[in-house]
């Protein structure tokens, strides 16, 4: 029994000896940077200074990540906001139509419903626009578009 125990606090001093060496490590590397943070002030200008120019490159790094992020899910919004609007607007219409046929109106065709015509212009310059994106040669206009805005935004990673 007491040889366990001598066991045990022979692996906790292992331990302690780690992390002994790992913060003094740590102290040293930390002396280290101000030391070049002294250094460097005294040597650079304030816009050369390296280790000023590596934090502005790690922020920068970390915002496009952000942004490239954003970017997706306004994309995605986008995309949403365009399917829904086609949805109802498409649906409206053709609702107005039957309508319009049923108490004897004349229908108006989609080149007589400029806001229409408009419409269909925004979403087919949008699916060109996410279509040179992705690069797609087939052109295919039976492929979905949310689909290709999909491999678009994976690809771009």
């Known amino acids: 029994m007491g040889h366990s125990t001598h066991h045990q606090h022979h692996h906790h001093q292992a331990a ?17 940077q101000l030391k070049l943070d002294k250094e460097f002030q005294q040597v650079y200008p304030d816009s050369a200074n390296p280790m000023k120019l590596c934090n502005r490159i790690k922020k920068i ?3 496009l990540t952000t942004l490239k992020e954003q970017c ?8 949403d906001l365009i399917d ?5 607007l498409v649906g409206n219409r053709s609702l107005l139509q039957r309508m319009q046929a049923s108490t004897g109106i004349s229908v108006a065709t989609v080149d007589e419903d400029p806001a ?19 690069g797609d040669e087939k052109n295919s206009e039976s ?6 805005l999909f491999s678009a935004i994976v690809e771009s990673n």
């Open 16 to 32: 302690d000896g780690l992390v002994n060496l790992l913060t003094k490590a740590n102290h040293d590397l930390t002396l280290v």
């Open 72 to 79: 997706r899910e306004l994309l995605a919004a986008k995309q």
């Open 61 to 63: 790094q970390e915002d």
């Open 143 to 148: 492929e979905d578009i949310n689909k290709l």
């Open 116 to 134: 229409f015509a408009n419409f269909n212009q925004i979403v087919d310059e949008w699916t060109i626009q996410v279509r040179s994106r992705v």
């Open 84 to 88: 829904k609007a086609r949805t109802t």
